[in-house]
């Protein structure tokens, strides 16, 4: 079993930052997927980046180079630095794990990964 606990989430203008993290528990191997997820109210969940658990790191083109990957190996943290913050980035974000053998990282869907944290709402104005 995995758990993932999400925070850093808040209120912010255009153009600011937040850094958001994601605590994970229990069996967390090598080389796990890791992926970012967003979602607003009526619309599906949407996969914004990913961390194939071997240093490759995907972005949809909406946040590339505004927004990074990071882990803290040691702590089992990883974090979603988001620069450039756009209206349009307001939404709950998820973290999720998929399990081992899911297949390709960046190819993985909403349904292929297996754990989930809370979310935390990350709220952008302009």
């Known amino acids: 079993q995995v758990q993932l606990v999400e925070s850093g989430g808040g209120s912010v203008r255009a153009g600011g930052s937040l850094r958001l993290s994601c605590t994970a528990s229990?069996?967390?191997?090598?080389?796990?997927?890791m992926g970012w997820f967003r979602q607003v109210p009526g619309k599906e969940r949407e996969r914004v980046a990913t961390?194939?658990?071997?240093?490759?790191?995907n972005y949809i083109d909406s946040v590339r180079a505004r927004f990074t990957i990071s882990k803290d190996k040691a702590k089992n943290i990883l974090y979603f630095q988001m620069d450039s913050l756009k209206p349009e980035d307001t939404a709950m974000y998820y973290c999720?794990?998929?399990?081992?053998?899911?297949?390709?990282?960046?190819?993985?869907?909403?349904?292929?990964?297996?754990?989930w944290g809370q979310g935390t709402q990350v709220t952008v104005s302009s």
């Open positions: 961390d194939n658990g071997h240093g490759i790191t």
């Open positions: 229990g069996n967390i191997r090598k080389g796990t997927c």
């Open positions: 999720a794990a998929a399990s081992p053998g899911s297949g390709l990282c960046w190819l993985l869907r909403s349904d292929d990964f297996t754990y």
